[in-house]
């Protein structure tokens, strides 16, 4: 490998050109960027599927007072 002029944790990988970062304290602040990453998509989910069911939740209380409107004003 060949080091990265003017960075002291980078290096050239000679056979793929791929530069390569050496730093373990920017490798673990990467892993855990990516874990917050993960953790925001699976909240957002959560927080969706939630939002669906309380949709549902009102729909049902909608119909219900439909209903009661409808057999209030019948009687």
Known sequence: MIKVE?????YRDQKTGAIINHSST???NRLR???SSETQKEDLN?????I??????????LEKNDW????????
């Open 6 to 10: 003017g960075h002291s944790q980078l």
């Open 26 to 28: 920017e490798y673990q």
């Open 33 to 35: 960027k990516i874990k």
């Open 46 to 50: 959560k927080m969706r599927e939630d």
């Open 52 to 61: 669906d069911e309380l949709k549902g939740l009102l729909r049902q209380l």
């Open 68 to 75: 009661l409107i409808y057999n209030i004003n019948n009687k």
